[in-house]
């Protein structure tokens, strides 16, 4: 898989968050999205999720059989970030059968496996609106992470994490991203120890 950012700009009103972005991505490989806060790193990920659509610019993904469109690139990538909805109204149990009903799981893996990843049997049969702010993010980490998907973008991955919270994050980049392309937009070192690759969005500006 590759991304190619060619002239990558998004502008909010009168105001230039991002100017001409150019670079490319390769998988495997794992990168950093480096700013403070509101500096624009999550629109610049949120742009290479597809999430939003930049001002100026274009994005080119491909893999080995050549382009994919735009509009096609969801089934190559999951996504994580703070302010991601997730179905609270659902129990854990169903809202990951939900999850890899249109999304591939983690080859080696079932739904009842990650319940155990993530240490939340005992929490599993209720509605996760009811879990606290650091367990939910576990949530969309792990349907992040245990997709079988090329592509993992992840938005400031250890929000809400208490420190055993951070290890597991460390585990799970460790075990199970290494053949994939990761992309993290974070200003916690934390975060983005693994990454090889910086992109600072201050020189976009």
Not at 147 to 170: A, F, H, K, M
Request: hydrophobic residues 35%; glycine residues 6%.
């Amino acid at each position: 898989m590759k991304i190619f950012l060619d002239n990558i700009s998004k502008r909010f009103q009168r105001h230039w968050i991002i100017k001409n972005v150019n670079y490319a991505f390769n998988a495997p490989g794992s990168y950093a999205i480096l700013g403070a806060n509101g500096s624009g790193k999550s629109t610049l990920l949120r742009i290479i999720a597809g999430i939003q659509s930049p001002s100026a610019g274009k994005l080119r993904y491909e893999n080995q059989r050549g382009k994919i469109p735009p509009d096609k690139i969801f089934n190559y990538l999951s996504f994580c970030a703070p302010s991601q909805e997730i179905v609270e109204e659902l129990t854990l149990d169903e809202f990951l059968k939900f999850h890899y009903s249109f999304k591939n799981i983690y080859p080696g893996l079932t739904p009842h496996k990650v319940v155990e990843i993530i240490g939340l049997e005992d929490a599993r049969h209720k509605p996760i609106g009811d879990y606290s702010s650091g367990m939910k993010q576990r949530v969309k980490l792990a349907q992040a992470i245990f997709t079988d998907s090329p592509i993992v973008l992840l938005d400031e991955p250890c929000t809400n994490l208490d420190d055993e919270g951070v290890l597991q994050y460390r585990d799970w980049i460790g075990q199970y991203t290494k053949d994939r392309m990761v992309i993290v937009a974070s200003n916690d070192v934390r975060e983005y120890f693994f990454c090889r690759e910086q992109l600072h969005v201050k020189d976009y500006k």
